[in-house]
């Protein structure tokens, strides 16, 4: 074969390969879309301004046409570009979201932030167990939705509707990282646990596959601060996965991933919707994507950790990083319970204020523990420690108050849950 008609062949196939591969990613660009906001409000077009009338314009002659003054509307646009999501998942199987997140993508600047809001966040009802992380699971074992129980809530705390939420379970998060090919991460300390799911993940620069990186985000036993000082771990983790695949300039197998997700997860977004923010994501630079935790404090109410948010910082907080419109979120937007000065406070009407005797109860002496422990086992076989689901799980108005709980009868974590779903 001469030398031109070689290079001929040479330049078909080239042009043949370069054909198939401009066809599959435009196919791909097809098939990857965009969320409709919380509205439907479209967000990558410039913020609406008022346009000059197309008509002509009338002579100068003629009498203007009057117009009622109806006010001046509040400013409510939206930020150009601005998506924001609720990232949820399960800890223990149950269906107790113990990681929370709401993430704010802007994909005109190319900037992410995302806040972790603590497991133990106290919520404005009146039930024995005012957790945030235990409102999915309620709702769903009452036959409720779970998925717009957890928005209402989240609503309530940062004064906005979320445009996309995604809660995700053990099973979905291990199988979307050993398909992501794992993660290398450096896990700080030996990390064992065997009172449940067994956790065992040595300390040292490693790749963690689905299994090893869903122990790393799960365990809090061995921290001075628990849950938070888990949920700083978990942030370092993420960002540990975003330098990795900023750095490749890619996220391997993304529609794969996304399928997984998308069928693996309660979620309001597709699998194309998944694919156009891994791609939005990628457009970000290392130091443009940021996590936080929200401001808080944590205390004690009848014996359960509960964490109240700070309020004033938390605002401060909410129009920073997570506000998608042009508004800020002001106190009266928000029903949240606080702290100030030691006292409870909420910027509505609080739900059961006889709940709150704030502390932890005093250990029994020495040598009444043996006696309390008795008694303890006693009140346990005798009844239930949580009423049904339906006398507590709704905040509704004119919802039938629970009463006070009585000292001892509750939990001191949220095992609780495991042992009502046996006996339920």
């Keep these: 074969m001469d030398k031109k008609k070689w290079l001929r062949r040479i330049t078909i196939i080239g042009g043949s390969a370069t054909a198939v591969i401009a066809a599959t990613l435009g196919a791909y660009f097809l098939w990857e879309a965009p969320p409709e906001?919380?509205?439907?409000?479209?967000?990558?077009?410039?913020?609406?301004?008022?346009?000059?009338?197309?008509?002509?314009?009338?002579?100068?002659?003629?009498?203007?046409?009057?117009?009622?003054?109806?006010?001046?509307?509040?400013?409510?646009?939206?930020?150009?570009?601005?998506?924001?999501?609720?990232?949820?998942?399960?800890?223990?199987?149950?269906?107790?979201?113990?990681?929370?997140?709401?993430?704010?993508?802007?994909?005109?600047?190319?900037?992410a932030n995302f806040v972790s809001i603590p497991r133990d966040t106290l919520i404005n009802v009146d039930t024995p167990i005012r957790k945030l992380n235990s409102v999915y699971w309620t709702a769903v074992y009452s036959g409720a939705d779970g998925s717009e129980a957890l928005k209402r809530h989240i609503k309530k705390l940062i004064g906005f509707d979320v445009d996309c939420y995604a809660v995700i379970s053990l099973?979905?998060?291990?199988?979307?990282?050993?398909?992501?090919?794992?993660?290398?991460?450096?896990?700080?300390?030996?990390?064992?646990?065997?009172?449940?799911?067994?956790?065992?993940?040595?300390?040292?620069?490693?790749?963690?596959?689905?299994?090893?990186?869903?122990?790393?985000?799960?365990?809090?036993?061995?921290?001075?601060?628990?849950?938070?000082?888990?949920?700083?771990?978990?942030?370092?983790?993420?960002?540990?996965?975003?330098?990795?695949?900023?750095?490749?300039?890619?996220?391997?197998?993304?529609?794969?991933?996304?399928?997984?997700?998308?069928?693996?997860?309660?979620?309001?977004?597709?699998?194309?919707?998944?694919?156009?923010?891994?791609?939005?994501?990628?457009?970000?630079?290392?130091?443009?994507?940021?996590?936080?935790?929200?401001?808080?404090?944590?205390?004690?109410?009848?014996?359960?950790?509960?964490?109240?948010?700070?309020?004033?910082?938390?605002?401060?907080?909410?129009?920073?990083?997570?506000?998608?419109?042009?508004?800020?979120?002001?106190?009266?937007?928000?029903?949240?319970?606080?702290?100030?000065?030691?006292?409870?406070?909420c910027t509505t009407t609080i739900q059961g204020i006889s709940y709150f005797s704030l502390g932890r109860h005093t250990e029994p002496e020495a040598e009444e523990e043996e006696l309390y422990a008795e008694e303890l086992a006693e009140e346990s076989e005798e009844e239930d420690i949580l009423p049904a689901p339906e006398e507590w799980i709704t905040d509704s108005p004119g919802a039938k108050p629970a009463e006070t709980p009585a000292p001892f009868a509750m939990p001191t974590d949220d095992d609780w849950l495991t042992e009502l779903k046996s006996t339920g």
């Design 37 to 111: 906001t919380a509205g439907g409000n479209p967000v990558l077009t410039e913020i609406n301004q008022p346009q000059p009338s197309s008509e002509t314009v009338s002579s100068p002659t003629a009498a203007p046409t009057p117009t009622p003054d109806r006010g001046t509307a509040f400013e409510t646009e939206r930020q150009d570009g601005v998506y924001t999501i609720l990232l949820a998942g399960s800890d223990d199987g149950t269906g107790n979201t113990d990681t929370i997140m709401v993430g704010r993508l802007d994909t005109v600047r190319h900037t």
């Design 171 to 345: 099973e979905a998060f291990e199988q979307a990282v050993d398909a992501l090919g794992g993660i290398w991460y450096d896990v700080p300390q030996r990390m064992y646990y065997e009172d449940g799911p067994v956790i065992d993940l040595e300390p040292g620069y490693q790749l963690l596959n689905g299994e090893q990186a869903m122990w790393l985000c799960r365990f809090r036993s061995g921290y001075v601060n628990g849950d938070l000082d888990r949920i700083e771990v978990q942030h370092d983790f993420l960002k540990a996965a975003a330098d990795q695949f900023l750095q490749l300039g890619s996220i391997p197998n993304i529609p794969q991933v996304a399928s997984i997700l998308a069928e693996n997860m309660d979620t309001n977004m597709t699998a194309s919707n998944m694919a156009w923010f891994a791609r939005q994501f990628l457009r970000c630079r290392s130091e443009d994507i940021r996590f936080y935790t929200a401001p808080n404090t944590p205390s004690y109410v009848h014996d359960l950790s509960y964490t109240f948010l700070d309020l004033y910082n938390w605002l401060q907080m909410i129009n920073d990083c997570l506000n998608p419109s042009a508004r800020p979120v002001s106190e009266g937007q928000l029903d949240l319970v606080y702290l100030r000065g030691g006292e409870v406070c």
